[in-house]
């Protein structure tokens, strides 16, 4: 049976240990909001005002039309024409251009005709998933002006309404909506999904470093020789982390309400909770780390990767957990940050309350159990063991 107030006067003194070393104690509040920021702004997966240039061979009215599809798309960023694709070599290998947009010659002369008419579209395709999405944009662009010319040619031999036309080339019409993200803005997504990163690497490190710096100093000794039980220890230990990442997780969630615009639609009841055992259980981590380690070198790298390969491969963030391997589906759900990233994206943009992540919740609190007991069976007052 824990002694409360053991417990207290421990949490008391790694606070003070905590607020003593000013370095250390800005950096547990520093180090969150940078990293938030920083990737924020940096992990965007909007494809938007991709530099290009456009090669004319043919320079006629209707080539130039089909140029202003592109140059007018706010998804391009129209860098001028060039004489031949010669020229733009330099551009693309410099990367100052994503893509060359080259009309052949005669290319009036075949439409007029009635005859297909290739345009070419060279992308850089370094990174595939930009790549593949210019391509769709390329694509969309091109099949709008293809229909266009259509209903005109229609319209012009049958003597039909533009109504009538557009009814029988596409019989059957497409009505798209998007839940959740109308605007589709990634920042949403992604800026509130990395608040589960963070703070599941910021916590971790921060009690890792915290227990592993008594060893070193060697005022772990003191607690070796004293009646402290271990489970007081560790829970002394633990809950200074809990409130200061609790404070950062706060912080982070105003953030992106803030900074990234993002909206909350969800019960803010819940997400109090969840964030409370979310840094408790990535906090837990950190202590269980220390037992293993004796530097905290060693206690930061560790408790770094640990943390920060599960945040980013397999809590959902950057793909979808059904869309992982059988062997990554397990991995998943063996950490914390996949629940954690449900009851996020759930409380701020599908507008979710208890009724339906409760059960994120209580598996949560479960992560809480799991990663405190172990580190209490991992923690030893003999020296030698």
Known sequence: MMNLHTVKTL??????????????????FIFPVVMMLVLGFGLSFDVEKMPFVIVDYDNSDESREYSYKFTSSRYFDYKGHARSTKETETLVAKADIR???????????????????????LIDGMFTYRASMVSGYLAAINGHYNAQLMRSWAMKNSGMTEHEVQAMLSPVSLET?????NELKSIWSTGTGLIILVMLVSPAMLAALGVVREKETGSIFNIYASTVSRAEFITGKLLPYVLISYINISILCLLALWIFEAPFKGELSLLLVANLFYVASAAAIGILVSTFVKSQAAAALISMLGTMIPGIMYSGLMMPVESMSAEAVVEAH????????????GAFLKGQGWSELWFNILILFGFVLLFWSLAILRFHKRVDE
């Open 334 to 345: 063996a950490f914390p940050a996949m629940y954690q990233l449900e009851i996020i994206w």
């Open 177 to 181: 909506r998007y839940l959740y993200n």
């Open 99 to 121: 893509f060359v947009l080259v009309i052949p010659p005669e290319f009036s002369q075949k439409i007029k005709r009635g005859q297909r008419a290739q345009i070419q579209a």
């Open 11 to 28: 949490a008391y003194k790694e606070w003070l240990e905590i607020w003593r070393d000013r370095v250390y104690f800005s950096m547990a």
